[in-house]
Structure formats: C-alpha cells, structure tokens
C-alpha cells in the first residue's frame, strides 16, 4: 500500500502570508495526487486534482505542483477562511486511493 | 447542482451491523462511481471502498474486505455501504463521494455511526 507522509503536521501562519504543504509518496504516483479542504463539522471540499488543476470555483491563490513522490499545495497570500486542515490523496491504482495524515493551517 | 445527502445517525451496539444510504441528484448517477470514506474523531480521512454507479463492480480496501458491503439502487439514484460486526473503533463519520475518477468532486454531508454498549 502506498503510504502518503504529509508535512509539516501543523503550520501557524498569519492571512496574508504565503502557506506551503507538502505531501511524500511512499512510492511514484505519477501526477495523481489530489487535495482537499476539511473545516470543522464540514465534509471535504476538492481543491486540487492530478497535481495541478484546480477545482472548479477554488481561488487562483490555491495551487499545486510536483510528480513522482513529492508534491506541494501552496496558498499565495493566506485569507482567513483558508484556515482548514488540509489531506492529500492518491489514485496511482484507481480505484484503490489513499489519504495523508493531513496539515493543520492554524492562525498565528 | 450535483448533491448526495445521506441517512441519518446511527447508534449500534458492538456486533451490530448498519446500513448508511447516500442518494445522488443532479448528474447522471451511472457514470460516475461512488467512493465512501470514513473518518473517527479527530482523526484524518480512511477511504473504504469504492462501486460503480453502471454496473456495481466493487473495490474495497483490504483492512474492510470480507466485512462491508457497497450497493447501488439505479432506479433511485442511490448508493449503500453495509458494514458488518461493529466494533467500538468503527465509530466515525462515513462520508459517500462522488469518483470523477480523478477525485472525489462531491461528497455527502457524513452520517455519525457510533458503536457503543
């Protein structure tokens, strides 16, 4: 099973700064790693599909990159309601998918 | 616009099994597949298993094979996940999501399964 290590666990940062999350694969899962938003009492919400695409209606501050087994959600410029706790997720043996730990955005 | 609403909670004792139902509306139920994924309190996502809404073909993750079971109801547009011998780390809220096979772009607003005696 491939298993997805995100970093770092909790991250305390203030709106307006920049937010970069990192998601380790275990193993090559090519491009297909997607993220996802998770606020409390809420179900996910898809940010980020096969490494890059954004969702539709997710903000242009929201982006992806990576290939292989390091990939990266960054968030240009931190507004208040994007403080979430954020999974990555892989789909390299669809319909098998596995999740990360998750990252904890936290105000500073 | 597309939307699965779920059932309601559940409080099962130990042993018991439940049936959460997740009914789909807005896009062609029959090509897109259903994924369901739980998650216990305060802990991260675990993706259980995942039916095809055209023909019911399964994948389940090896940790829940031989103890759920996923369906689907095309005539009303609805899918179940049946999951077996209830134990109290069962407790979570399970999630249904709907597989564009590149994600999971939609999901059901999570149904609250306790096990307890």
């Known amino acids: 099973e491939i298993v997805l290590t995100q970093s770092p666990v909790t991250l305390s940062l203030s709106p307006g700064q920049r937010a970069t999350l990192s998601c380790r694969a275990s193993?090559?899962?090519?491009?297909?790693v997607a993220w996802y938003q998770q606020k409390p009492g809420q179900a996910p919400r898809l940010l980020i599909y096969d490494t890059s695409n954004r969702a539709t209606g997710i903000p242009a501050r929201f982006s992806g990159s990576g290939s292989g087994t390091d990939f990266t959600l960054t968030i240009s410029s931190l507004e208040p309601e994007d403080f979430a706790v954020y999974f990555c997720q892989q789909r390299s043996s669809w319909p098998q998918h596995t999740f990360g730990q998750g990252t904890k955005l936290e105000i500073k | 616009q597309i939307q699965l609403v779920q059932s309601g909670a559940e409080v099962k004792k130990p042993g018991a099994s439940v049936r959460v139902s997740c009914k789909a509306s807005?896009?062609?139920?029959?090509?897109?597949?259903i994924s369901w994924v739980r998650q216990a309190p305060g802990q991260g996502l675990e993706w259980m298993g995942w039916i095809s809404g055209y023909n019911g073909n399964t994948d389940y993750a090896q940790k829940f094979e031989g103890r759920v079971t996923m369906t689907t109801d095309t005539s009303t547009s609805t899918a179940y996940m049946d999951l077996r011998s209830l134990r109290s780390d069962d407790t979570a809220v399970y999630y249904c999501?709907?597989?564009?096979?590149?994600?999971?772009?939609?999901w059901g607003q999570g149904t609250l399964v306790t096990v307890s005696s």
């Open positions: 999501a709907r597989d564009s096979h590149a994600a999971f772009d939609s």
């Open positions: 807005g896009y062609a139920f029959t090509r897109y597949g």
């Open positions: 193993q090559s899962v090519s491009n297909y």
